[in-house]
């Protein structure tokens, strides 16, 4: 346009060339590009590659096994031994567990013996050792009664053996240890078994507190599995000692329907007035601290009048029997 020419007429045109060129945007990188220096030869250098910062692999540390290990909802024996690092083998070893047991949220697990690889093997057991422990896993209908007849070993030991409580239950799949021949004192040879009286014709009748206490007895027997000579031998007991009734009174500190005594082990004396505990203590004793009919070896084969005297150890050990005709009638009316 004639302005733009008059304007520039007059400008140098190396001038205008200057102004062009400033005006014009340039980027960093043709900056960049313009500025560096050519290499000699005429080659431009390759940039360096990229800084790639070395991989670091964190292996985790492995968590210590601790002595014992509270089984929780959803644990297996294999789980356990990985978390811990152990060998499932030695998890089942150390515990007397077999690959088929199974374990229940609540089991103590021994974890410190089953860190050593290859422990060394233990010295054969004296003469005068107690015998090894057996697993046993619990089937349908077992009770603690049956699978302790069927190991010749008692309840109580049972208990103990395995840090059970006479109010715990079993289920099947449960794996228990069977003590060896059970510890239990046994008691002085009895003498030369005199037969029992001959049942006397007449029956007693129950009253309403007797026949409630009795049916506690026969409840109670029947859950541990007790077959119907011991039931009778427990009625019979009971009614000698308190006539049936859950006395609050009795010889030195006798109570309960059984007339069992606190200083004696058998239990505080808000226990023993519990028809269901003193019941429970009379078949299977108080463990450690006395003995229940089914702790008595070979009551089956005693008359009903001896049985009850080798539990109640009492100073009439013949007065049972004549309530032996009594308390098979009360059975059958129950």
Known sequence: MPVIRRTTMGIPLAVVAALTAALQPTSAATADVRTSPEPLGGHRSRPAPPTVAPTTTIVPTAVSAPATYTVVSGDTVS???????????????????????????????????AAESSPAPAPAPAPTEKPAERAYEV???????GIAKKHGTTVSSILETNGLTRS?????????????????????????????????????????????????????????????????????????????????????????????????????????????????????????????????SGWRDMSVTEAAQAVQISAYPDAYAKWEQSARSWLAEL
Request: zero cysteines.
């Open 139 to 145: 089937v349908a209908g077992d009770t603690l009664i």
């Open 168 to 296: 715990s239950i079993i289920y099947p799949g449960q794996t228990i240890a069977i003590p060896g021949e059970a510890a239990a004192p046994v008691p002085a040879p009895a003498p030369e078994p005199v037969p029992s009286p001959a049942p006397t014709a007449e029956t007693t009748p129950l009253t309403s507190e007797m026949r409630s206490n009795a049916a506690v007895i026969v409840a109670v027997g029947r859950s541990l599995g007790v077959d119907e000579q011991g039931l009778v031998v427990a009625l019979a007991a009971a009614m000698q000692e308190s006539g049936l009734r859950n006395l609050d009174h009795g010889h030195a500190d006798s109570l309960g329907i059984f007339q069992q005594r606190p200083s004696q082990g058998w239990g505080s004396p808000e226990q023993i007035q519990d028809a269901t505990y003193s019941s429970t203590a009379f078949f299977v004793g108080v463990r450690g601290k006395t003995l229940g009919l089914l702790d008595v």
């Open 79 to 113: 789980a356990i031994a990985g978390r811990f690092g152990l060998e499932v083998a030695a998890v089942l070893t150390a515990n007397g567990l077999q690959w088929s047991s199974v374990i229940y949220p609540g089991q103590s697990l021994v974890l410190g013996g």
